[in-house]
Structures are given as C-alpha cells and as structure tokens.
C-alpha cells in the first residue's frame, strides 16, 4: 500500500477516528487503525472499533499502490499532530509502515490484520436533524447521565422518537435533564427509543461539523421491528459512527415532573450563574448553596458557623410564597448552564420537593424546549 495524503486533512482523520479506539483494549488489535486505500479511488479509509463502538472517516489521497494494514492508533494520531507543513506520503512493507512528511521520517510496525473484527454495517437511515441543534442538546442533558457504572441504564441518554418529535432524556437519580426538538423522520410514524452510552454520545456530538446536518440510523431491533442486538449509527461530513445501546428500559420520568407550581422565579439566567459561582467559592463538596426568594430578590448563601461564608442578592421576578431552598452547586449549576434562553424559569412546589428550571421561550404559548428537575437538600 502507498498513498500522498495533504497533511492537515489527513491528521483530521486520524485525529477523529483515534477518539473511538479502546483505553485499555481487550486484545491487541482493537489498539489498532485500519487503513486501507481503494483499489480505483482516491479515498482512504480509516476504522476503528472496540466491539462497543465503531468509527469510519474517509480521505481524500493520492493512491499510488491500493491496500491496507492496521497500525497502532494512538501513535499515528500522535505522529500525525506533530508532523511538519508538508504533503504525508505512506507506504507499507511488509511488517513496517513507513510515514514520511518533509524531512521526518517514522516507522510503525503493523499488527496482523487478519486478526481485526469486521466492522457492523450502518443500519439504514431513520431520520436526520441539523448537526447543531443535535449537539446543543446532548451537550444540555448528558451532564445529567450518571458516572456509576454499576448501573448501566442510568449511564445513558435516552432518545425517544415519536413521528417528527425528538426528546433527549438523562438521569443520575438526583436530577432529570429533558430537551425537546423537531427531526426529520424517513417515516412519519416512526415510534422507537434507543438508550445510548453517554459518554460515547458526547464524543460523537462535539465532532459534528457545524453548518451540516447529521444522519440517524436505529437497527431493527432498537427501532422495535425485529430481534437482535440494538445498535445506532450517526453519519455526518462523510464520517460516520456505531454504538450498541445500553440494554435496559429508561425510567418512566415524566410523572417525576410536577403537573403545577406553587411559585415561580422569573432570573436573568447569565447573572444569577455568576453568582452562584462567585458564592460557591467557599462551599465545598458537602456544603450546599442556599437560595432565598422573595417578592423582588433572590439571597444566594454559603458557609456558616467558623467556616467561609458568602452572600450576594440579585433582582428576580417573583411570584407565590416565599420560599428558601438548598442545592448542590454544581447540580444547580449544570441546570442553569442547559439554559440556552436570557432568562429561565425555576418553578416551586414545596422547599423539599423537586424544582424545575427551564428555558423561557419567546412565544409564551410554547412549553419549554427544555427542562431540569434537581431535588434539593434537605438542611435544617
């Protein structure tokens, strides 16, 4: 195999694809990148995969001599960020891959090709939305995804769709995040959920090309027509990406929102984040941050007794009965950052039961594209 590749474009791709390859594989291989240069084409092709995920981006090169082989990943992407302004030529021999660009030479020993796992077939394409709106959502809720692997279906974002309607849903127990937003179905009545990794998810939504839409492909098994193992695929700019989805059903959340309020704080939602930051600065993980509403003010505390403290008042609309109401501040935080509006709702019931921030949006007939449920803490 040989090929010219123009350096920024192929390190791209190496770059991307790198991002699926295993932390600590399995077995050998699954370390390893594909390459392989077609036969009557200018294209390289580029694959990684760990069994959980799969990742393929294509290239355009020189092909001098088609082929392929598979190298370690991790070095080639390191290899490739470095390299000099300079076109990158390859060439394999025999058990070594020679990378040349400009005066720097490296060489890469090949790991046996015909021990790495076919790659899955994308399913075919179920819907597509814009690329932006995707990864402005998953970066909304995936904070919400529980980090305990212990549970695996609280690891997850759901993705839940019904007709032209998306709803992205995370929980970690102690918070739900929930945004909503329009697609772009193959079938108008499609009805089907796929429970997705987070972590997985947010690699693949920060590596959307902006400006682009993204294709969403549900096997048989997760789009609820056949058996199998439930499997989903993003393709977008030319790359495209395949998970297996988390096998366990996502928690019936909707109930867990309350139906009323018994009041509401209209804020200006940048203002009071700065706040909150300015006097979480002496609340440590176990302290919490407590917030005083009232008719024209909210009273942001920390610290008490001997230990730091901190207040700061900021102007709010209020409506109800005063209330006072204690949070983890990075639990409150994460929500408040979700909102992509100037201003955001926080709705009350009681100072112990859920609270729920939302968005404001600029039609006052329109329900919020997103929502935050965050209980609170219990403090004497």
């Known amino acids: 195999m040989r090929f010219r590749a123009e350096r920024d474009s192929f390190a791209d791709a190496v770059t991307w694809t790198a991002r699926a390859l295993p932390a600590r594989p399995s077995l050998p291989v699954l370390a390893g990148m594909r390459l392989e240069a077609l036969p009557g084409s200018s294209a390289l092709r580029l694959s990684s995969f760990d069994y959980e995920v799969s990742a393929r981006a294509e290239v355009e090169v020189g092909v001098e001599d088609p082929g392929a082989v598979l190298v370690s990943g991790r070095l080639l992407a390191e290899i490739v960020r470095n390299l000099p302004d300079a076109p990158v030529d390859v060439h394999a021999d025999g058990a070594r891959v020679l990378v040349t660009c400009g005066s720097a030479r490296f060489t890469l020993l090949t790991l046996p090709i015909e021990d790495y796992p076919a790659l899955p077939d994308m399913p075919d394409v179920s819907?597509?939305?814009?690329?932006?709106?995707?990864?402005?959502?998953?970066r909304q809720v995936s904070p919400a995804a529980s980090r305990d692997d212990t549970l695996p279906m609280l690891t997850g974002v759901n993705l839940a769709f019904s007709g032209d309607s998306l709803t992205l849903a995370a929980t970690d127990r102690y918070r739900i995040a929930v945004r909503e937003l329009w697609w772009k179905p193959q079938?108008?009545?499609?009805?089907?959920?796929?429970?997705?990794?987070?972590r997985t998810l947010h690699d693949i939504a920060r590596s959307l090309a902006g400006g682009t839409n993204v294709d969403v492909a549900l096997s048989p098994a997760a789009?609820?027509?056949?058996?199998?193992?439930g499997m989903i695929g993003f393709e977008n700019n030319g790359r495209r990406t395949t998970t297996r989805l988390i096998d366990s059903d996502f928690i019936k959340y909707r109930s867990r929102f309350p139906e009323e309020s018994a009041s509401r704080?209209?804020?200006a939602t940048a203002p009071l984040m700065e706040a909150v930051?300015?006097?979480a600065l002496v609340a440590d993980r176990n302290t919490p941050l407590r917030l005083s509403f009232s008719e024209r003010e909210v009273v942001l505390e920390a610290g008490s007794g001997d230990d730091a403290q901190a207040?700061?008042?900021?102007d709010v609309e209020f409506?109800?009965?005063?209330?006072?109401?204690?949070?983890t501040p990075d639990y409150f935080l994460d929500g408040l950052a979700a909102v992509h509006t100037e201003t955001a709702h926080i709705d009350f019931t009681l100072a112990t039961k859920p609270v729920v921030i939302s968005d404001v949006p600029g039609d006052d007939d329109r329900p919020p594209e997103f929502r935050y449920l965050v209980m609170p803490l219990r403090v004497s």
Do not use: N, W
């Not at 819907?127 to 998953?138: E, N, P, Q, R």
């Not at 079938?187 to 987070?198: C, D, F, S």
């Not at 207040?311 to 900021?314: F, K, N, T």
């Open 127 to 138: 819907g597509s939305l814009s690329a932006d709106s995707f990864a402005g959502a998953v």
């Open 187 to 198: 079938a108008a009545e499609l009805e089907a959920a796929a429970l997705v990794p987070a």
């Open 223 to 229: 789009a609820g027509g056949a058996s199998g193992e």
């Open 265 to 267: 704080a209209k804020v």
């Open 277 to 279: 930051k300015r006097v």
């Open 311 to 314: 207040a700061e008042a900021l």
């Open 319 to 327: 409506s109800g009965e005063p209330i006072r109401v204690a949070f």
